[in-house]
Each structure stands twice: as C-alpha cells, then as structure tokens.
C-alpha cells in the first residue's frame, strides 16, 4: 500500500427534494454543530466533533475536521473482562433514548426489478433466524480525542438484542481508547453483552486496520465461532468514497486507507456472504462501492455525504431487531437511517446528512448497462464539440466533500443534469435500485454518487486502476479521462475553483466537516 495515501426519484420514498426532514441548502455547512443542551446521553466524547472524510486516494491526503468541542466526557470505563465500569455499574442506557421521538413515518420501495439475482442470504422468519453482526472499529482520533468509539460501544450495550444475536466488533487503529481495559497496543476482539463488554481475544496482533488481511481475518472468525444464516458487517472509522476508499489507522499512518480493491480482495478471502455491508464512515454511497460489493452483499448502507462525528444510532434499531431477527433487510436499513437522522437532526443541528439503502443485486442488474450507455454518451458529446454541455452539467451537479475538492457527485443528478435520454434511464435505474433515501439540509442527493473530475485532475489515473481493478465496465474511465484532458487544456480547473483557507501541505488538510 502506498505510503503517500491517507487518507431520490419516487414520491413512494423520501429522496433529494423531499419535506419532512430535509431541508435545501448549497455545499457543506460551515461552523460548530451541536448543542450543549442535547443529546445528554452521549458524553463519552464531543456531540460537535465531525468524523473526518478521507481526500482523494493515492496521491492524496486524510483529511480530518475537528469542530467547536460541545462538553466532555470520560467514556464508558470498562474493565476488558467484567461488564462494569468503574464505579461498578453496569453502563446506563443513554438518555437519548428516552427523547428520540419516531420521525414521520415513510414509505419503504421493496420491489425488485426482474432479471435480479436471488438474494444470498435466506431468512427463515418467525424470529428464528440467528444473527451475527461484525463491526469492524478501527478508532482513530474519532475515539482517541473524543470517544466516539466508547459512544456507540455504550450504544450497542443498551440495546436489548436476546439470544439470536452476537455483536462482535474488531477493535484497533486507536492510540488512546475511553473504555479502560482495549489495548492501544494490539488488536482485540469483543462481544457486546447487555449492558457490557467481553473481551473474546486479548491479542490479535499488532497490525494495520487498513491491511486487507485484518479484516479477512476478523471475518473468519466471526463465522467460525458465531455461525449464523444471517451475518451483517458495519464498516467503523473514516472515509474516503470512491478514490479513497475506507479507513485511517492512528497508529500506522503510513498504511494508508483501504482502497475498494483492497476491501473486495479482504471480502473476497473471507469466503463470506452478507446480508448487508454498512459504512458508518463518510462518502461510501458510491456507484464504484456498490458495484464491488455486490459479490458479497445484498444490500448496501451507506452515506453520499460526510458524516457527522456522533455517526449511527446503535440502541433503538439494534433492540428492534432483537425483537425480530426475521426483519427484512430493507427495514432494518430503514430504521438504521431514521434512527441516525433523528439523532443528527437533534444533536447536529444544521449539518447536512445522508444515508440510504441499496439493492445491490438490482444495482448490479440495471445500473451498469445505463453507465455505459450515459458514459458513451458523454465521450460522443465531447467528440462531436459538446463539451460545454457535459461541462455545465457536472458543475452544477449536487457536490459532496466540497472542500476535500475529491471530485465525488451525485451520479443520478449528474445524470438529469446532462439531459439527454442515457441520462434519464440511468437516474431512473439508480433511484430504483436505492430503497430508501434521507436527506437532512441537502438538495439533489438521490444515495448513489460517483466519482467525476472538476477540481483536479491528479486522481484521474488512480479512479481509472481502480475501476479495472474492481472490474468496473471501461466505458466510464474512458469518458473521465477524456472530460479531464479537455478541462486541463482549457485551464477550467483553476478558474472554477473556490479559494480554500485550509489549504496545508500534503496529508495535513483541515476539512471543515465530516466524519
């Protein structure tokens, strides 16, 4: 790994305009986030702390946004081995919980288009299909400084998940965690017990969280020693999207983020298949993302947008799905995203949010013949001197990450935007394959983006390898290298581009938001 690498449509769902809790706005937002008053229950780390958004892939920076800290905390205090903290009480179920009112009520798009793959995973239903959740934590500064780690640990332990399922989570990446008892000097394994932690393996090494091999190896042992018919994976830390892909360790920054070639050589090694893949990360919600991970996943839950740092609401969705492990996968996305945009809307006030659920096996089975489609579109109109109609449509495409200038779009209103047929049938085909779409203070985020280059040409190459390495159809590479040569020679760039104030050297960039 290279050293110098850190890193909607129908009106039966919410999607880009909806009401409700969406709410118009331009760009990211700016300034603290937050509120000393609420959120009470989450005093483990900062309730304005942002999770950080990794720049642009191998020839790029992490990027990491620390906001305006709103109170502090301790964490949770653990001893490793007991469920206790250091007072000798079991950890109290966080306040949050008894304030979070249900928000409005939506309807959930559960068709499938025919010719989809039959979904891997079979639940039996009555609630008596076992579950094994994997969360792959990789803690960071998000748990070293303001222990947001510890936060969605407590989360998990208040849950009320019964006997059918087995919270499993990887710890590591961090130099300094709040729960007293996980080691900052090597891997460890825990399982999350009601009101609790047990440590399952005291040592598993000291490697990189971002190595492909971690991640293979943590999956093998869930499913050795927690079989189940149903296994989720949750995917801790920060992102980077399409470029970039997933992960920054603390302690061995010189590793680099995990690619998406690396994450689907990890998947592809474990010999496992799961019933959803979730990024509790910023920027996963990618076209590359969902492209990759449909060998291994039937859904994919993710994030268009920067995270806010507080991220995922473990207990209510976790406790509903203890009630009934023969949930759909659809609504357990659904509650997944509700429960995470309630808490934002409550304790981030202001930032702007997404998170949606994918089909991938529809994705899989729709969506790439309308890429090639709308990217040989895009190569004709730049060949037959159209190119100012691709170029003004991509620079008024819904961007996210803005200031991490990581090129990465809505692809279904990119798509609307160039206005032509191809465009039409693959915005359908996207908003289709997504299930379910929130958005907070965004316009024109339908749940799937893409990368597209505007900003800077320099990870054209990178996006490009990477698309052959996940076997991404050449269609599209071709179309951005051509976009990106042009928009070099005619020095757009440069002209179109904000002053950014933050702008450091090399792996030092200070975003303004995100997680």
Request: hydrophobic content about 30%.
């Amino acid at each position: 790994m290279a050293d110098n690498r850190r890193p909607t449509g129908r009106k039966t769902r919410t999607t880009g305009n909806s009401s409700g809790v969406h709410l118009h706005g331009e760009g990211l937002g700016t300034g603290p986030v937050g509120s000393q008053n609420g959120y009470q229950g989450r005093k483990g780390g900062s309730s304005g702390t942002q999770r950080a958004a990794i720049g642009g892939g191998g020839l790029t920076v992490i990027v990491i946004i620390l906001m305006i800290i709103f109170g502090k905390g301790g964490g949770m205090g653990t001893d490793s081995s007991s469920n206790y903290d250091q007072g000798g009480n079991v950890f109290q179920q966080p306040a949050y919980t008894e304030t979070i009112a249900d928000i409005p009520s939506q309807t959930v798009d559960t068709s499938v288009a025919s010719g989809s793959r039959a979904k891997r995973t079979k639940i039996l239903g009555n609630g008596e299909d076992k579950i094994t959740m994997m969360v792959y934590m990789c803690g960071t500064d998000l748990e070293s400084k303001y222990g947001m780690g510890t936060n969605d640990l407590r989360e998990m332990a208040s849950a009320d998940i019964g006997s059918n399922i087995d919270i499993i989570v990887y710890t590591g990446g961090c130099n300094g965690w709040k729960t007293n008892g996980i080691s900052t000097t090597v891997n460890q394994i825990y399982r999350i017990t009601k009101g609790g932690i047990e440590n399952l393996v005291k040592d598993d090494g000291a490697k990189p969280m971002t190595d492909p091999d971690t991640l293979t190896g943590f999956i093998k042992y869930c499913a050795q020693n927690f079989p189940a018919n149903r296994y989720e994976l949750i995917m801790w830390d920060h992102g980077g999207g399409s470029v970039s892909g997933y992960g920054y360790d603390e302690k061995y920054k010189s590793s680099g983020s995990m690619r998406l070639g690396e994450i689907d050589k990890a998947l592809k090694n474990s010999g496992v298949t799961f019933d959803f893949i979730g990024f509790d990360a910023c920027l996963m919600a990618t076209a590359e993302t969902a492209l990759m991970l449909d060998n291994y996943a039937d859904y994919m839950i993710a994030s268009e947008e920067t995270e806010p740092g507080i991220g995922w609401y473990y207990t209510n969705w976790l406790t509903k799905l203890g009630a009934d492990t023969s949930m759909s996968t659809i609504k357990i996305g659904k509650n997944i995203i509700d429960d995470f945009t309630a808490a934002c809307s409550q304790q981030c006030r202001g930032q702007k949010t997404t998170l949606s659920i994918t089909d991938l096996a529809e994705f899989k089975n729709t969506v790439p013949d309308k890429l090639a489609s709308f990217s040989n579109s895009i190569s004709e109109m730049i060949s037959d001197q159209n190119y100012k109609q691709v170029s003004d449509a991509r620079y008024v495409t819904r961007e996210f990450a803005q200031s991490s200038r990581i090129d990465q779009v809505d692809l279904a209103d990119l798509a609307l935007k160039l206005g032509n047929s191809e465009g039409r049938e693959l915005a359908d085909a996207i908003r289709d394959a997504v299930k379910y779409n929130r958005t907070s203070g965004i316009a024109d985020a339908y749940g799937i983006s893409v990368y597209f280059p505007l900003r800077q040409k320099s990870y054209v190459d990178t996006a490009c390898q990477e698309y052959n390495e996940i076997g991404m159809d050449s269609s599209y590479a071709k179309a951005i290298r051509q976009f990106a040569s042009l928009r070099q020679r005619s020095g757009g760039i440069g002209r179109l581009v904000r002053c950014v104030s933050h702008r450091l050297p090399l792996r030092r960039r200070i975003l303004l938001h995100g997680r």
